[in-house]
């Protein structure tokens, strides 16, 4: 009989769970070690301005896993010892283990900068709570508008949203008739507009400035969020190579910025298992160089290929099912006594919500420039399942006509 602990329950981590136990041998115990006993989905940044969330995106983990036989404790991960095989937990509980996946996802570093996040100035939509905060202040917001600043801070790893969730305001203060009370700012640490931490492909960057450009939504790329306070944001806008261009002040009556990403404290500085920003290293089987018996799924991974300072390298649920599958292959193999064999897909289609339209791309590998499929209406709708305008009136309630079959 051996140990699976799986560390973080969000959807790399339940994915994994559900894939090891399929895979593992009657005897194995897995378990999932989460710090929250709920899962709760990530909202669509096209959410935040408009709606609220309801029951339908949290459950509870503990009775689901369990008619999996899988054991879960919400205790958290406090520390990892990887030298002693032992997770030492939030209740003073240890855990030890003979394989560990980590699926921890990342901590959200608004400290970095003063003022930034929930606690300070600006809005996130990283997590329910901060979207229904954010889908709140909205409301207030558009009865008495002003200048609206959405972006992303340096060492960002996540930056589809951000574009999402301008044009999904642009649309909502259409919609609303006070477009044209409203001047809009985006702010991104990527060194042009289509990045996303990728490269981006031309045909990327032509689409999103032309979106942006025509909804007048006007852009600072290579930008450093220094310091936000009430209604200002301080820019620090660098040239090519990361010296001061130009700084700017922006006024701002709302403003939602994703900030960095870095690791969970549990894993940090951790020598040989984690980067210089805590991301788990991995070879091409999901595993751990320095501690074989540890597997890394989901944001938790660290890139294959590091991208220039300032933003971060993108880190999206892309190719879940094949990371997982590949991760819980290649430890069944480690339990039969063999070595791993079996290396993940990491090429994603990604679909990209715009408001009233959207653009699909692919990447091939994801952390190569991404290449334009399709843009258009049509796909707007896939993202919008949870949005007031679902159900058979759908194309309808967002101006769109059916796409030709
Ligand atoms: C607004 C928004 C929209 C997004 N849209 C997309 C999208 O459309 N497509 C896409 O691919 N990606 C998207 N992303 C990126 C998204 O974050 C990831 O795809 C996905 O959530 C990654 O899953 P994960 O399981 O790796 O990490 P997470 O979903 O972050 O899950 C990690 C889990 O580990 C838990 N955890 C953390 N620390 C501990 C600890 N110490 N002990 C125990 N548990 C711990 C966390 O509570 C969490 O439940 C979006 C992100 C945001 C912010």
Same mark, same amino acid.
Request: hydrophobic fraction near 40%.
């Given at each position: ?9 969000? &959807?790399?981590?339940?994915?994994? =769970?559900? @894939?090891?136990? +399929?895979?593992?041998? *009657?005897?194995?115990?897995?378990? #999932? %070690? ?93 997590? &329910?709570?901060?979207?229904?905060? =954010?889908? @709140?202040?909205? +409301?207030?917001?558009? *009865?008495?508008?002003?200048?609206? #600043? %959405? ?99 922006? =006024? ?7 900030? *960095? ?106 952390? =190569? ?37």
């Amino acid at each position: 009989m051996s140990r699976i602990v799986i560390l973080g329950a969000g &959807v790399n981590g339940l994915s994994m =769970a559900y @894939e090891m136990r +399929e895979l593992a041998r *009657a005897g194995d115990r897995i378990t #999932v %070690v989460a710090n929250d006993p709920l899962f709760r989905s990530a909202l669509g940044p096209w959410e935040a301005p408009r709606t609220r969330p309801d029951g339908d995106i949290e459950f509870a983990l503990g009775p689901r896993l369990a008619r999996k036989g899988i054991d879960f404790t919400a205790a958290g991960a406090r520390r990892l010892h990887p030298g002693e095989n032992r997770i030492e937990l939030g209740d003073g509980a240890s855990l030890d283990y003979d394989f560990l996946v980590i699926a921890a996802g990342p901590k959200l570093a608004f400290s970095e900068i003063e003022g930034l996040g929930p606690g300070g100035y600006t809005h996130a939509v990283c997590h &329910v709570d901060q979207a229904v905060i =954010a889908s @709140e202040a909205w +409301e207030r917001f558009v *009865a008495d508008p002003g200048p609206i #600043v %959405v972006g992303t801070a340096p060492g960002a790893t996540c930056f589809g949203p951000a574009y999402q969730l301008a044009l999904a305001i642009e649309s909502d203060l259409h919609r609303r008739g006070i477009r044209e009370r409203v001047d809009m700012s985006f702010v991104t640490a990527e060194p042009h507009i289509g990045h996303l931490g990728l490269g981006g492909s031309s045909e990327c960057r032509t689409l999103l400035e032309s979106a942006l450009r025509k909804r007048s939504i006007r852009w600072i790329t290579n930008a450093r969020v220094t310091r936000v306070e009430a209604g200002r944001m301080h820019v620090s806008e660098r040239d090519a190579g990361g010296g001061p261009k130009q700084e700017h002040v922006l =006024a701002f009556k709302y403003s939602v910025m994703l900030p *960095a990403s870095r690791s969970i404290d549990a894993i940090a500085g951790i020598d040989g298992l984690v980067n210089q920003c805590g991301f788990v290293l991995i070879d091409d089987y999901l595993r751990n160089p320095r501690y074989g018996n540890i597997y890394a799924v989901g944001v938790s991974v660290a890139p294959a290929k590091e991208a220039p300072a300032p933003p971060g390298t993108a880190k999206i649920g892309c190719s879940i099912e094949s990371v997982v599958t590949a991760a819980a292959n290649n430890i069944r193999a480690q339990l039969d006594g063999g070595a791993p064999t079996h290396k993940p897909i990491w090429n994603a289609l990604s679909v990209a919500d715009l408001g009233a339209a959207g653009i699909a791309f692919v990447e091939q590998p994801q952390t =190569a420039a991404g290449d334009s499929l399709s843009a258009g209406g049509w796909l707007h709708l896939p993202q919008c399942a949870c949005c007031e305008g679902g159900g058979g009136e759908l194309p309808q309630a967002h101006g769109l006509s059916r796409p030709a079959a």
